[in-house]
């Protein structure tokens, strides 16, 4: 497969071969609004997405479905277990059985016991939806340093005011979290899912898919920044995350060991820096 150019002109060596099974993001139903009156409003889809590699059922995601093979290969990438997009082969995405096959360049015993380990060890997190930290992630992230990057005020403002344009879904319907890569005030690439893991994963994804760098972009979730939205961001190489809601403990602890600069409450020209306060420049923007 001819491997393509993506926004910032690098090529691609190489891409699997996918399916182009994303669904629309909502449904139209009737309520009944306090007066009695019916109304059409739209909800959310939700769908079980089970995904396996190489016949393996490794776990079911529920998923908006919008981006179903950029959320597979950015699961697989944020649970480590796989490092080279080249060793996928194939992502097939089938909503008549709910499943997404994976499809492995080298199939053999090795790699099914080493998935079979992975499996084993894994940590319940606080994701919406059980998300898993899959192997030896939290040991692998003592290794992960990202270097320092520089941030203005007035960057972070005009980022802010260019994603009012975005959370179709959420103006439209709600109960979604949504995610965003930024190049200073540039929204990148912007996903909305029923759960904030799968809107990381997504863009993830994306970035594996397009051999995309990390370290002079900005991450922006709706979502709490805890302990598996800073190892997955941490393990994209991006050095800024921010969100227009509130952090946990070891969100922020597991951000100071990686070197993350966090940023919380987010929203209009209010935000909090809870690490990496050195990196960002106050200046005077209002």
Request: charge should be negative.
């Amino acid at each position: 497969m001819k491997g393509r150019a993506h926004q910032s002109g690098r090529p691609e060596s190489y891409q699997p071969d996918m399916t182009n099974a994303g669904l629309a993001f909502s449904m139209t139903t009737v309520a009944v609004d306090e007066n009695g009156e019916p109304r059409d409003i739209e909800l959310v889809g939700e769908r079980a997405l089970t995904l396996y590699v190489d016949k393996q059922e490794i776990v079911t995601l529920m998923t908006m479905g919008t981006h179903p093979e950029l959320l597979t290969l950015g699961y697989l990438k944020n649970q480590g277990f796989f490092d080279n997009i080249g060793d996928i082969k194939i992502v097939q995405v089938d909503w008549a059985t709910e499943a997404v096959a994976v499809v492995t360049q080298h199939q053999n015993e090795q790699l099914a016991e080493q998935l079979t380990q992975q499996m084993a060890q894994r940590t319940v997190t606080t994701g919406c939806g059980q998300g898993t930290v899959f192997g030896k992630l939290l040991e692998k992230l003592q290794a992960i340093k990202i270097p320092a990057y520089a941030i203005k005020q007035s960057t972070l403002y005009g980022m802010l005011d260019a994603l009012k344009n975005y959370n179709e879904v959420y103006k439209t319907a709600g109960a979604v979290h949504g995610c965003a890569l930024c190049s200073g005030t540039n929204i990148d690439f912007f996903i909305e899912d029923v759960g904030r893991h799968n809107a990381v994963d997504a863009i993830a994804g994306y970035m594996w898919l397009n051999n995309i760098s990390g370290d002079n972009k900005i991450f922006y979730t709706t979502g709490r920044l805890t302990s598996e939205m800073v190892i997955k961001v941490s393990q994209m190489g991006i050095p800024v995350l921010l969100s227009r809601s509130g952090a946990t403990q070891m969100g922020l602890e597991m951000a100071k060991q990686s070197g993350i600069t966090l940023i919380s409450r987010a929203k209009g020209k209010h935000f909090l820096v809870l690490n990496g306060v050195e990196n960002v420049e106050f200046d005077g923007a209002v």
